[in-house]
């Protein structure tokens, strides 16, 4: 199990800041430059914080919904992304390119699954069509999460579990992921928990992101 920080700010230099102090620190393996960051900063931020966390992969949260070759391009190229997203609901042929494009420039491929209504059958459909990405994302989007009584992190939980067992997918979960979370997550087969605000917003980053690393039990 591995621990993401996505930072979803919109000011590059605190971006690179807050990464820095998380990667001396040990207390992240993976540094995700979010959508909004990328978007603010261009996708130069990539490297920005590759420069600041030599030793830590570096995921480019791009959200594609089309040109997918071109886009793994830019993140791997010009970032030096190690891992980058496409959307799950986008179409097969782009799924396919972004996929294709990753494994040839050497990078990893994760499928965000957010406002996908099935991941789980969505998943199964990706794979009789012969794509194959490294990871799957389920994902809680921040609005989502505003609302009351619909779909919540634990349900997603299940379904990365169940994506990993019965399809030997790596997986990742995103969305709300707190302390309280954490425990509920420690001891299972997921591959990579993704935090933000319980650690970007909390007083003390780092010191958040190492309790946020011992609840899941990762050493």
């Known amino acids: 199990m ?33 959508t ?6 261009g996708i130069f931020i990539v490297s ?11 995921m480019a949260d791009l ?12 993140a791997i190229n010009a970032g030096g992304a190690n891992i980058v ?5 986008a179409a097969n042929e782009t799924i396919s390119d972004f996929i294709a494009e990753t494994r040839k420039l050497n990078g990893k491929s994760l499928i965000d699954m957010i406002s996908v209504k099935d991941p789980v059958s969505r998943v199964k459909e990706l794979l009789n069509a012969g794509l194959r990405p ?22 997603l939980v299940k379904e990365a579990i169940k994506i990993k067992d019965e399809y030997g997918l ?8 707190d302390e309280k979370m954490a425990q509920r997550i420690k001891g299972t087969n997921i591959d990579i928990v ?9 007083p003390d980053p780092v010191k958040a992101a190492e309790n946020i690393r011992r609840l899941l039990g990762i050493h």
Do not use: W
């Open 2 to 34: 591995k621990l993401q920080v996505a930072l979803d700010l919109v000011e590059p230099s605190l971006a690179v800041d807050l990464a820095r102090r998380l990667c001396d620190a040990g207390a992240v393996d993976i540094v995700e430059a979010g």
């Open 36 to 41: 909004p960051l990328i978007k603010t900063a």
């Open 48 to 58: 920005a914080l590759r420069v600041s966390c030599p030793n830590a992969e570096i």
């Open 63 to 74: 959200k594609t919904m089309d040109v997918g070759s071109l886009e793994a391009r830019l």
């Open 85 to 89: 997203s496409v959307l799950g609901a």
């Open 134 to 155: 490294d990871y799957v994302g389920l994902h809680l989007g921040i609005d989502v999460q505003k609302g009351r009584g619909g779909l919540t992190v634990e349900d």
């Open 170 to 177: 790596g997986v990742a979960i995103a969305g709300g992921v």
């Open 194 to 202: 993704i935090v933000g605000r319980a650690i970007t917003q909390a």
